[in-house]
């Protein structure tokens, strides 16, 4: 491929849906289980309040 030639890996479209790329803000501080929704919620689990940072 030659210095002029046009880079057809940032051609493709963009992937779409799939989980989010942090989800630290719903793991639970008591038990570590992944909350059902993004804080301010109680765990699922052991029901430790998860707070908005």
């Not at 803000?25 to 707070?51: F, K, N, Y």
């Amino acid at each position: 491929m030659g210095p002029d030639a046009p880079d057809r890996r940032s051609a493709r479209p963009d992937d779409e849906g799939g989980d989010p790329a942090c989800w630290l803000a719903r793991v639970c501080p008591e038990c570590g289980r992944l909350a059902d929704e993004d804080p301010p919620t109680r765990c699922p689990a052991c029901g430790a309040e998860l707070t908005a940072d």
